[in-house]
């Protein structure tokens, strides 16, 4: 049997096996921060940035808040104001700068501020602007009460946004639906965080419906490209492209029982061109079966993260990846 039998057998089982399984609910979103790249007017390094990244990701580990998840809706952005400048005199000039540092709570997508906290009267010294700037990062302290308070305070301020703001919410996300923007629709509703009061009874019910429409249409779009491509080439390498279409397709859709079909019609073929090694490859594939599933699911994980984002946000907030 060739490489591409073989590759093809792997595959289908994996989706006999997928097409079994329900549909997973769309998970609602988590209350969690995800720390931001500093706005300045000077562009420092990445490499120096890391130590203020640092300090807000221990800051929001401390609050329970802190995540590098890209399903995040919520960053803390920091950014600089320089209060006061000076140019030493000399061959070997220095710059003397105070500084001062707002942290905001600021939604990713949309760019709503929810709240500000400041440190002021950062004292710093470099070469020059650039590198003063870079070296003020070793001087903030987030490691205080207040700005504890500051971050404990954020969860019940985000909360009572979304609350004031949930039945327009619910409005844009319907007004997406019935222009069949779905991903813009689950963009709007996968912001609203889950400790929401009633979220379970307004708002998870419609990410739930929306997330179906969502898989229905791609699963339909995958089916089509899979059908053509068995149509256009019925043998082993037609095989493996169609396995390669359908194991990117949502499970439990409207296109799930056309899709079974297909791949038992193409699985009968490639079984009769070579009977003698079924049994052998049916072993092989059942020790890959959990591993190979576990991918997929990251996979498709991600790609409805992806689409839970409008482009726009890139430049809302340069949150950190």
Request: aromatic share 8%; hydrophobic share 45%; glycine share 4%.
């Amino acid at each position: 049997m060739s490489n591409k039998t073989s590759l093809f057998f792997r595959l289908v089982l994996l989706i006999v096996v997928a097409f079994m399984i329900c549909l997973p609910e769309a998970s609602a979103q988590q209350f969690a921060i995800r720390p931001a790249h500093v706005k300045c007017d000077y562009k420092v390094s990445e490499k120096a940035e890391t130590q203020l990244r640092d300090k807000m990701l221990a800051a929001l580990s401390s609050a329970g808040l802190a995540t590098t998840s890209e399903q995040a809706s919520i960053a803390l952005v920091p950014s600089i104001s320089v209060i006061n400048e000076q140019t030493g005199a000399g061959i070997q000039s220095t710059v003397s700068m105070e500084l001062n540092y707002t942290f905001a709570l600021v939604g990713i997508t949309t760019g709503i501020v929810f709240d500000t906290y400041v440190v002021q009267g950062v004292q710093t010294r470099g070469q020059n602007k650039i590198n003063a700037v870079s070296r003020s990062f070793a001087s903030v302290n987030l490691n205080t009460p207040a700005f504890q308070g500051f971050l404990q305070k954020s969860q019940s301020k985000v909360i009572a946004y979304y609350e004031r703001h949930l039945q327009t919410a619910l409005a844009k996300a319907e007004t997406n639906i019935k222009a069949k923007q779905y991903a813009d629709a689950l963009a709007v509703l996968m912001e609203i965080p889950d400790e929401l009061p009633n979220y379970s009874s307004k708002v998870l019910p419609a990410v739930e419906r929306v997330y179906k429409m969502y898989a229905n249409e791609c699963a339909a779009t995958l089916l089509q490209q899979a059908q053509a491509a068995w149509a256009a080439s019925p043998d082993e390498e037609g095989a493996a492209r169609v396995a390669e279409i359908l194991s990117e397709m949502p499970v439990g859709t409207s296109s799930s029982a056309n899709a079974r079909q297909l791949v038992k019609q193409i699985e009968g073929r490639i079984k009769a061109l070579d009977q003698r090694r079924w049994t052998a490859l049916k072993t092989e594939l059942a020790r890959e079966h959990q591993e190979r599933m576990s991918v997929i699911k990251a996979a498709r994980d991600v790609a409805v993260a992806q689409a839970k984002r409008p482009v726009t946000f890139i430049h809302q907030v340069n949150v950190w990846w």
